[in-house]
């Protein structure tokens, strides 16, 4: 690959304003109300969250989701995670005229970036890297990094090197391993920035260990660092660069305001609330259970208008506590002199001592213990709904211990639930154009046929198709949150409609998210369509457990047993054959696999419904009808 860097890395560094406040790029929570925000406060710089290059080009959902931008967010770098150059330049030059630079992201830790091989775990692979960036640097802007450390302080500044040689006009470096995260991630290195500082010739912003304003000059001063970078000092106070620590509704309310002149997703705004509030949650927690309300409204809210409401309880919950927390702070030690009404920052460990092992230790034996009694898994444990009593800790790290009351709710809730109104099998089958699927129209109650003529494919879309098995009731519940959220999409100022894929991800999460709660939605689902940019055929499913997966046949039910293996054989034989497989034989082998599951299937009908969808048609017909070969029942003894 050839580049050409666009412009000198300190005259790209004059240009942008020689920031020194810096807003980090933070997964669903840099977005533009937040930048705004920031901005407003001191920010001088700020990032996108991180996006996602293959989603970024391919979904155009998620583009409208996770980039937005306006004529004050400026000076602006938009950060990608990618490990296929191409696909990083083509996503990223949708956006290189909306933005002044382009950041890889070389530094995230996460489990996730590990599965996907990107972020940190990137540092194994330097040619890649390199790659990477200059493939970025055929953009008409500069390209930009963020690193995490090696332990060793000569291959940090061996691969700061590599990646200013490669094209890097501007290197953020985050002190802490890629190993060190979590709430004993311990204190980044300043030192190790230093040094890499002093080999490289671009500008260095230095990222993390910054939690007052007074941490950025000695930073600074160790580092010789160009600039600071923020990231969780920055959700708990977007004031941070003014120095200045407001009552945590004052950034609320403010943050709330701008979301409702930029609209983002309302998961985004609960985020910012509770890591704003989260000094309220512990002390109302520990000293006020009987607050804790706010949290679970605040869990609950869904639009703009229920989160200021809870903003403003938490302000009169303050005016009724105000004096009897001054008047116990004046008789007790207090862990830091920081009212906890104020925006502050968390505290992490600085290293697994004794204690902290001991009662991790403890805690893990009682969620192994809860998981066999109840007979369900420990994550499901940990993620049952349960009663948070905070434990005030004097020394640097607040302990949050969890008590769930799982027994009697698991017990009277949700033992013996069972779907009510039930269908059967949906089968789905991809050919060389498109999808088509196909549900038998009846609903059974138990073993017994409950109602005719039902639908069971929904017509999400021009491009998709929804089909379901399982409890009805369920989907029409889910249906209507569909349709509520396509409305909400297609009525704000992010325009947009479900892909298959992000229609597919949407349904993973809800139902896995239901499951973890132990209150799960009774549903298999299969996700068909046809993606508009690329034109190519989308088949998904996923079932209640959350657990999802494409492939180019599905069947749900009792067809996972039964026809699954007739479709595999299909698809192989069209391909020992070297033909491709079209929409009649498609449609022919669905009918053939509804007659076997009307033959085997107690629950299954001879009336069914077939959906086809390509790039130039999405349509559902019915009433299709198989009769069924039913010469051999005379063989079975007992057969009248």
């Excluded at 985020?271 to 607050?291: D, E, I, N, T």
């Excluded at 502050?344 to 092992?357: G, H, K, N, Y």
């Excluded at 992010?494 to 892909?499: A, I, L, P, S, Y």
Aim: with cysteine.
């Amino acid at each position: 690959l050839t580049f050409i860097m666009p412009e000198d890395p300190w005259d790209f560094y004059k240009r942008i304003g020689q920031p020194k406040f810096v807003v980090a790029p933070m997964v669903d929570q840099s977005e533009l109300p937040w930048r705004l925000l920031c901005r407003r406060h001191g920010a001088q710089l700020c990032y996108t969250p991180m996006l996602h290059a293959g989603n970024f080009l391919t979904d155009e959902l998620y583009r409208k989701t996770h980039f937005t931008t306006c004529p004050e967010d400026r000076p602006l770098i938009a950060q990608f995670c990618a490990n296929e150059p191409e696909t990083l330049f083509n996503a990223a030059s949708l956006v290189a005229n909306q933005c002044d630079a382009i950041d890889i992201n070389l530094g995230c830790p996460q489990t996730i970036a590990r599965r996907g091989k990107y972020g940190a775990y990137l540092q194994d692979d330097w040619d890649l890297v390199s790659s990477l960036i200059k493939s970025a640097c055929r953009l008409p802007i500069p390209v930009t990094c963020k690193i995490r450390i090696f332990p060793e302080v000569r291959r940090t500044v061996e691969y700061a090197q590599m990646i200013q040689a490669s094209g890097c006009t501007l290197l953020a470096i985050h002190g802490r391993t890629r190993e060190q995260k979590g709430r004993t991630c311990g204190l980044a290195d300043w030192d190790h920035i230093a040094a890499v500082k002093s080999a490289l010739q671009i500008p260095v912003f230095a990222n993390g260990s910054i939690r007052y304003f007074a941490d950025i000059d000695r930073c600074l001063k160790c580092t010789g660092a160009d600039g600071v970078m923020c990231a969780e000092s920055n959700l708990s106070n977007p004031y941070l660069f003014e120095n200045r620590q407001a009552p945590v509704w004052e950034p609320c309310l403010e943050y709330l305001n701008l979301v409702k002149e930029y609209p983002c997703p309302i998961s985004f705004v609960r985020a910012h609330l509770f890591k704003l509030c989260h000094r309220w949650q512990v002390y109302f927690a520990s000293s006020f259970y009987h607050y804790l309300d706010l949290c679970e409204d605040l869990h609950k809210c869904t639009d703009l208008d229920e989160a200021v409401s809870v903003v403003q309880r938490l302000k009169s919950r303050f005016l009724e506590i105000s004096e009897k927390w001054l008047a116990q702070s004046l008789t007790e030690d207090a862990a830091d002199s920081t009212p906890f009404w104020q925006c502050q920052p968390r505290f992490s460990a600085l290293f697994q001592t004794s204690e902290w092992i001991e009662k991790r230790k403890s805690r893990k034996e009682f969620i192994v213990k809860q998981a066999n009694e109840l007979g369900i898994s420990k994550h499901q444990v940990t993620s049952f709904k349960s009663l948070q009593i905070s434990v005030r800790n004097v020394q640097d790290v607040l302990h949050v211990e969890y008590f769930l009351i799982l027994n009697n709710l698991w017990e009277k809730k949700f033992l013996g639930m069972e779907p009510v109104c039930t269908g059967a099998s949906v089968i789905a089958l991809m050919f060389d154009q498109g999808v088509v699927i196909a549900a038998d129209t009846k609903l059974s109650y138990g073993r017994f046929s409950r109602y005719k003529g039902v639908s069971r494919l929904m017509r999400v879309n021009d491009n998709t198709i929804l089909g379901v098995s399982g409890d009805y009731a369920d989907y029409q519940y889910l249906q209507s949150i569909i349709n509520g959220r396509q409305m909400g999409m297609n009525s704000s100022q992010m325009r947009g409609e479900f892909t298959p894929a992000s229609m597919h991800t949407f349904l993973t999460s809800v139902l896995y998210a239901r499951r973890s709660k132990l209150n799960p939605l009774w549903n298999s689902y299969v996700v068909c369509g046809v993606t508009e940019r690329t034109k190519t055929p989308y088949l998904g499913t996923v079932n209640l457990y959350g657990v999802s997966y494409t492939n180019n046949f599905v069947a749900t039910g009792l067809g996972s047993y039964l026809v699954q293996h007739y479709l595999e054989k299909k698809l192989e034989d069209c391909e020992k054959e070297g033909i491709k497989l079209n929409e009649a034989n498609a449609a022919l082998a669905l009918r053939n696999c509804i007659e076997i599951l009307y033959e085997r299937d107690c629950l299954a009908y001879n009336e069914y419904e077939l959906g086809v969808v390509t790039a130039d048609n999405c349509v559902i017909t019915g009433k299709h009808t198989v009769s069924g070969k039913w010469g051999h029942a005379g063989l079975i003894t007992g057969y009248e």
